[in-house]
């Protein structure tokens, strides 16, 4: 059973959400109280363990009397606020942001990201065969994993767990600007040249499966990945006292890949380069 | 933190390039390269060197300054000295498009290609150069559209005497050649440890040469590539004033009455007189363009300067404020946002210190207002700064320059440090008691940087991306702190509010427009709010076949010739569906492809977006290619893809995370719904 220590009480707030009066803790955003309330806005650069950049713009929700709309993930709800979540101005703002996604990256590997582009009626297509892409060959310099821009929406998430949110090793950013700017390490070079500890927490975030472990990168391009027929078992790391949770992924009996529990009170889904990539130990058969 | 810097060494050039903006590194900690015993029984940087990190953008132009581009030494010992991760600092060098990270040669000319200079026959002067083989980059508006089609030569590492490179009393700005050039005297120099840090005047002279030439013909271009040092003097910054230096006329040649302004008793001789230039009225915010010195802070004074700065220090903060509010002004950044709110806002926040920022970023294609008023009359911002300053209750100003112009950088810097000299800027400004001072940012190459936030990014040494708001800079701007972000348009308009009184100034506000393109007297223009559209083509000389005119800039929107009733107030021209934005009153007659234009908008949106927020970063890209679909087309083959700029648009407009985005689809509606460009 995982712990949940108590945080202290929070005065609650009323604000109109779709027409109907909700109370929420102060500091809550609109984003919190849509999923209290059961409403299912759909998220992309939005991590249950960062504070979202809100660069991807698929949440936005109509504040009445904003001239724009807002992004539910980072705007604090306010008292006396009037939230439409479902208007027409969101649907269509939601529609076209999935479609300049969709066809302009690889979304192949985003959870739900099919559902809702059927879900919002968003054709990725109509921008035609000549549509400009990122079209990048994935970046394979390591044994532990693979970088692959053709997937990547530049959510900023590996960047913040990267950086001052979680690991401060701040061995990524983002370079260059507008449709060229990438993710990249300095001087762009490879991943082994850089300052990179591997710890794969930026792997642990990733919406889009742009990072991935080496190992199911290779699987899912030999065809034998099946995540249906995976396990997950949620262990305690052995190599030493801090006792992370390690939740392993076992496919016909091996572990191939390892992540964290998010509400984890003590790593929120984060590891070191041993918990993440250290298993072989388990399984060597040279 | 856990930093790696690499292996890479500076050259000794991009050791000296950087040494002269941090100075000299104290420890093998900072990145000296011998360890003394000393090194090894105390750790120092941690906190202290990341909190220079808003030295990063200025140590960035010191290097692309010296050596003309990035090296992967010359940014690792950067990044040594501040404490700043690597990557990130790639990251930031690689936004702007000023730096380079990959060798090229020291010499650049950035020729304009930006809509003015388009319509003016920039296309025109590429092919020559092509044809000549002189090597240039095609640049986004240098804000030089008064005298377009324009040109910028940057030449990295000029060459200068190096025992003066550790001189611990360096030449000031003023001695720097572009200050010869400019006519200006020789300034007092600036001590090492001089308490404005960051500046690039700071320990050694330029290591830039920077030369504007416009109008520039192929011919001109090439005599400038091949020897910068013989280039022509600039034209001075008073003739792009056309009304400059004549007396009132109530009544304009056409017979209707426009407001009159009283007249300034600047006194003074005018040094440009346009007799071809019609003048309504008197100027406010240029009367002292070509009237003063603007290398002197005494002709300045003698100008009527810092008669303002006099009364606030009469009035007290809070009665500064008062008047600003009282006098209605509104912001002239485009957003037209009350600055007496603004500046009660940012007074009363309980956080400490607050902030002044100036944001001279200039970046909108067609406009220069804010250039002229800074090469022309310097001392006029720093006083407003100043008075800016006093009111918010704020003891540093920050003025985020664009990185295209270099007069107006050297000016300013030359202003500010006179002022500092003369007790106008510092701990004890004018024997009040009241301290301020001013610091110099250089931006390098981005539009997206005139976005208040984004700005402060760009000081902060971070990427110049645009923040979410709310928190709003009045409660949380610079480096976190409550902050009054002001364009220069706006603040030096302060001076005449302090100096009449809110209620005379009311009376006689005036506004600034950069006319440009296919009129007689392309130039600054000063007009007393309420005058029309049609009033300010008079002026101008318009053009025998008008097509229409783009009002606001890229961000704005077109008006058809038989629009031109519209009065140009923010209230009129959201009436009739437009905005006055930047000021920018781009004239095109029937010589103009607008499929072109169109194209070249989109283009500049494109290429100016951040990359931030999914909606800019592809709906631009998406936007521009269906303009291209359909530059040739009209009617039905056109339609399916107008539809979609429609729908691309309408989602660009309200997802965007900032302005650039929300308004990059503007001018192109405008086209289609008003001009029918494409029927």
Known sequence: MTTVPLAPPRRLLEFTLDDTPVRVPEGATILDACRAAGKDVPTLCHGDTLTPKNACRVCVVEVEGARTLAPACSRLAEPGMVVRTDTERTRHSRKVVLELLASSVDLSTTPRAAEWIKGYGAEPDRFGPEARRLGEEPRVDNDLYVRDYDKCILCYKCVDACGDQWQNSFAISVTGRGFDARIAVEHDGPLTESACVYCGNCIEVCPTGALSFKREFDMRADGSWDEEAQTETTTVCAYCGVGCNLTLHVQDNEIVKVTSPHDNPVTHGNLCIKGRFGFQHVQNRV | ?679
């Open chain 2, 1 to 679: 933190m856990d930093l790696r810097f690499g292996d890479s060494k500076p050259t000794d050039d991009e050791r000296r390039a950087v040494d002269a903006v941090l100075g000299p590194p104290e420890s093998a900690w900072e990145g000296a390269d011998d360890r003394s015993a000393e090194d090894l029984r105390w750790a120092r940087g941690g906190r202290e060197a990341r909190e220079r990190r808003d030295l990063l953008l200025p140590g960035l132009h010191a290097l692309n300054d010296r050596v003309g581009w990035i090296s992967e030494g010359g940014l690792d010992y950067l990044c040594r000295r501040l404490t700043v991760p690597p990557a990130e600092a790639y990251g930031v060098a690689t936004f702007y498009a000023m730096f380079a990270v990959r060798p090229r040669p020291a010499q650049v000319l950035h020729v304009c290609t930006d809509l003015t200079c388009a319509a003016r026959g920039s296309a025109a002067v590429t092919a020559g150069l092509e044809a000549e083989g002189v090597a240039f980059e095609p640049s986004p508006c240098l804000g030089l559209c008064e005298r377009a089609p324009a040109a910028l030569l940057v030449r990295a590492g000029v060459e200068r005497d190096e025992g003066q490179a550790h001189d611990p009393a360096p030449p000031g700005p003023g001695s720097s050649l572009l200050g010869a050039l400019g006519g200006q005297a020789p300034t007092a120099a600036r001590p090492l440890n001089s308490a404005v840090p960051g500046g690039t005047t700071r320990g050694g002279g330029p290591t830039r040469l920077a030369r504007v030439i416009a109008p520039a013909t192929v011919g001109a271009l090439a005599g400038v590539a091949r020897n910068p040092e013989a280039a022509e003097a600039e034209a001075p910054a008073v003739m792009a004033v056309p009304q400059a230096g004549h007396a009132a006329r109530p009544v304009r040649p056409g017979g209707r009455v426009v407001p009159t302004l009283p007249q300034t008793p600047s006194g003074g001789t005018p040094t440009a007189l346009r007799d071809d230039c019609p003048q309504p009225h008197a100027l406010q915010l240029l009367r002292r363009v070509g009237v003063v010195d603007p290398g002197s802070v005494d002709d300045y004074r003698a100008h009527g300067g810092y008669a303002a700065l006099r009364r606030a220090f009469a009035l007290g903060p809070a009665g500064v404020i008062r008047e600003v509010t009282e006098s209605g002004l509104v912001g002239r950044g485009g957003a037209a946002f009350p600055t007496g709110r603004k500046w009660q806002a940012t007074a009363s926040q309980p956080d400490a210190p607050h902030y002044v920022v100036c944001n001279a970023d200039e970046s909108e294609p067609g406009t220069f207002k804010d250039r002229v008023v800074m090469e022309g009359d310097p001392y006029a911002l720093v006083e407003a700064m100043t008075v800016a300053g006093y009111a918010v209750g704020a003891h540093r100003g920050y003025l985020y320059i664009r990185g295209e112009y270099p007069r107006a950088y050297e000016r300013l810097t030359h202003a500010i440090d006179e002022a500092r000299a003369r007790g106008l800027l510092g701990d004890d400004i004018l024997g009040s008691g009241f301290a301020f001072d001013i610091e110099m940012r250089r931006g390098a190459g981005a539009y997206i940087c005139g976005e208040e936030t984004a700005l402060f990014n760009s000081i902060e040494g971070y990427r110049g991306e645009p923040r979410s708001k709310p928190p709003f800079p009045v409660e949380k701007g610079l480096f976190g702190k409550p902050t009054a972000a002001n364009n220069v348009e706006t603040l030096v308009n302060v001076l005449p509010i302090l100096t009449q009184g809110a209620e005379a100034f009311r009376a006689t506000e005036t506004k600034l427009f950069c006319v440009s393109g296919n009129v007689d007297r392309p130039g600054v223009y000063e007009l007393p709010f309420g005058a029309t559209l049609d009033e300010l083509l008079d002026l101008a000389g318009r053009p025998d076949t008008l097509r229409a005119v783009l009002l606001g800039g890229a961000a704005g929107g077109f008006v058809r010739p038989d629009e031109l009733d519209i009065p140009l107030t923010f209230e009129g021209t959201r009436a009739a569906g437009t905005t006055l934005g930047s000021g920018v009153v781009l004239v095109l007659d029937e010589s103009v492809d607008l499929p072109r234009i169109l194209l070249r908008i989109a283009e500049f949106f494109r290429d100016e977006s951040c990359g931030q927020c999914v909606p800019c970063r592809v709906g631009t890209v998406r936007q521009e290619e269906a303009l291209h679909r359909i530059k040739d087309r009209t009617g039905e083959a056109a339609a399916g893809d107008i539809a979609l700029l429609r729908e691309v648009g309408q989602a660009l407009r309200d997802a965007s995370i900032c302005g650039l985005g929300q308004t990059a689809w503007n001018a192109v509606e405008s086209a289609i719904d008003r001009l029918g460009v494409y029927k």
